[in-house]
Each structure stands twice: as C-alpha cells, then as structure tokens.
C-alpha cells in the first residue's frame, strides 16, 4: 500500500468515525458489540473500592520508543480510566513493570487520576513499581506476583508486552485466589492469557479501550466504524477468492 492509498484508507475512517458519532450524539444509545472484560472491569473496580483493597496492574515489557508503544499508551489508558474510579479510596493501585521508560508513564497516569477526582492527599509515585528489565523475565514476573500477593490486591490486570513470564504471575493470582484479566500483544503470551485469565482481551481489543469504559461520542463511533469496515475488508476478501475460483 503506497502513501496515496494509505491517506485515503486514513480519510475514510475519519469520516465513518466522526459520522458514527454524531448519530451516537443523537441518539445516545451503544451498540457496538459486547466485550466480556470490559464488562468485568468496572466490576471489579467497584469491588475493590467497596472492600478498601488494591487492584494490580502490570504493563509488562510494554515500552515507550519501541517497537511495543502502542501497547504501552493503550495500556495506560486502560489503567487511568480504572484509576480514576479506584481514585476515591485510600487503597493506591499498583503499578508493575520491567522497561524503565515507562516508569513515568505510569506514575503520571495514577497521578492523573488523582488529580482528576481531587484527592491528591492519598496519591503515591511509589506505587508504580519497576523490577529488572529483560526479554522474558522471569525476575520481573516474580517480584510483581509478590508484590501482588503481598499487598492482597482484588485482582490482577495485566496488559500490553508479556510472554511465557505471564504464566508465573496468572498462577499467583490463581494461587491466591485473585481476579485475573490479561493481554499480551505477543503470541506466546497471548495463549497464556487465553488460558489462565478469567477473562481475556485479544488482540486489537485492548486499543478500543476508552470506547468501552466511559467513552465519548467519537471514541465510541470509532469502534463501530473499524468494525464496520472490518467486515467490509473480510467481504472483499471472500468476493476475490471466489471471483479468482469461478
């Protein structure tokens, strides 16, 4: 696909996207299609808030400047729209991850859930953890499921970069009896999570995320119209394969 083609395929989401959102903005209703954890999120964060416990969040290896960005801006998102309800108890979530750059990430993203429901008295930078770095590693999978575990958190996010290490951490959150939801934008990772997580989110799922959990207009009219199209590339697809049959 050259430049020209991708800035029309660019200019014909926008357009769907933005018309979407004004019929949304009309009649206020959702029906874009259902996603289990997003449904069990907000759940869990009441849960957590009515019981005064912390829920885990780990972005793994996600990380700022690399290839595994995009997980870790999707990721936050994720963590800051949950935040800011957790953000009305004194019980700071916690934040665990391996790649040093996105430390700030992270701390900024508690604090500005903080901010935003005004109760920076009780906001902590500490609670954003970072344990040794590396592919895989099992030393940053371990000292989060302790971290976890030792705190009693309700449950256990983890999103964005993980791979087999997500193992380790999902059989802690088992072992203590704790909720777990997982992603990983990696294959291997992706099948642990698939297996072990009570609810899973794959793939692309983890990018709609603001849509799904107090969306605006625009973001929400942005899912139904990738969706939309989505379906319109599976047609053509199946239209060329039997036009190249006949």
């Known amino acids: 696909m ?3 083609e991708l ?8 357009l769907a996207q933005t018309l979407v959102a004004r019929i ?5 209703e959702l029906f874009h299609r259902p ?4 449904q069990v999120l907000p759940e869990q964060a009441a849960d957590a808030v009515e019981s005064s416990n912390r829920i885990h969040f780990s972005l793994g290896g996600s990380a700022l400047g690399e290839s595994s960005s995009v997980s870790a801006l999707a990721s936050a998102e994720v963590v800051y729209r949950l935040s800011e309800r957790l953000a009305v108890s004194r019980q700071t979530p916690l934040v665990t991850l391996s790649q040093p750059l996105t430390l700030p ?9 903080y901010q935003f429901r005004q109760n920076m008295a009780h906001y902590r930078s500490s609670a954003a953890a970072w344990y040794p770095q590396g592919a895989r590693s099992l030393s940053f999978a371990a000292g989060a499921a302790s971290l976890a575990a030792d705190a009693d958190a309700h449950s256990n996010v983890l999103l ?3 791979g087999v290490e997500m193992a380790l951490l999902g059989e802690s959150a088992l072992r203590h009896d704790q909720g777990l939801i997982a992603h990983s934008d990696l294959p291997e ?10 609810e899973a989110l794959l793939g692309e799922e983890l990018y709609v995320a603001a849509a799904y959990l107090n969306g605006s207009p625009l973001e929400q009219g942005g899912v139904v119209a990738l969706d ?8 053509g697809i199946i239209l060329a394969a039997v036009q190249a049959a006949v």
């Open 228 to 235: 939309v199209l989505r379906w319109l590339v599976i047609l």
């Open 7 to 14: 800035t029309w395929v660019l200019l014909v989401v926008a």
């Open 105 to 113: 990430l992270a701390q900024d993203t508690l604090r500005r859930a």
């Open 35 to 38: 996603i289990a954890a997003y």
């Open 189 to 198: 990772g992706q099948a642990v999570a698939f297996v072990q997580a009570d």
């Open 160 to 162: 964005g970069r993980f």
């Open 2 to 4: 050259n430049n020209t």
């Open 24 to 28: 949304l903005l009309r009649r206020r």
